[in-house]
């Protein structure tokens, strides 16, 4: 990701890409934004790509704990 994009540009490359972000702000050399109402720090030098990847790890992630999650309570 580009660190001269705006946030707006930010929010719409994520949505090119179906990923719902919001709450994006620059702060130094990070990027912190919320994807599925939870936080997240990209570098600013990271590549688009692996801001795409970086994200696409942090719903996973956030999926597979919700579901330990239910599961959990379930028992």
């Given amino acids: 990701m580009s660190r001269y994009a ?8 994520f949505a090119d890409h179906g990923i719902e972000v919001t709450h994006v702000r620059r702060e130094g050399a990070v990027r912190h934004l919320r994807v599925q109402q939870r936080p997240l720090t990209l570098p600013m030098d990271a590549s688009p790509d692996k801001c795409l990847r970086l994200v696409r790890e942090s719903m996973t992630a956030a999926e597979s704990s919700g579901t330990q999650q239910a599961s959990h309570q379930a028992q």
């Fill in 6 to 13: 705006s946030n707006q540009d930010v929010v719409r490359f």
